[in-house]
């Protein structure tokens, strides 16, 4: 009985961990999609594929973004940019112990 028992507390503990390992993912996926939505004209971004580029347009129902890459427009998927750069025009940044930026002017961005 012994064996049986601690395989059961083994697998209790192992789908505890997959809960919330999943529950985190989660989080973050939607925090990401938050500070996505917050895009607007002027940000400056990074792609996944390394592209830096400034934006010029953001098409929420579409969800596509118009980088605006040294005079050259192009369109990506909202999903495909990696991380919002902080804004530096005379606005202070505080980075976070957690990674994350804020903006003295109500903006929260989230670096990966």
């Not at 938050?34 to 592209?51: A, C, M, P, R």
């Not at 400034?54 to 050259?72: A, F, I, P, Q, Y």
């Amino acid at each position: 009985m012994g064996n049986g028992f601690s395989i059961l507390i083994m697998l209790v503990v192992m789908m505890g961990l997959m809960f919330f390992m999943q529950r985190s993912q989660k989080k973050q996926a939607d925090k990401r999609m938050e500070s996505l939505n917050k895009l607007q004209k002027g940000y400056e971004v990074i792609t996944i594929g390394g592209l830096y580029g400034t934006v010029d347009e953001v098409d929420t129902e579409k969800k596509t973004v118009v980088l605006d890459v040294d005079g050259v427009y192009l369109t990506f998927e909202l999903t495909a940019i990696k991380t919002v750069l902080p804004l530096t025009e005379g606005i202070t940044a505080v980075a976070g112990a957690d990674g994350s930026v804020e903006m003295s002017e109500d903006t929260a961005i989230e670096e990966e």
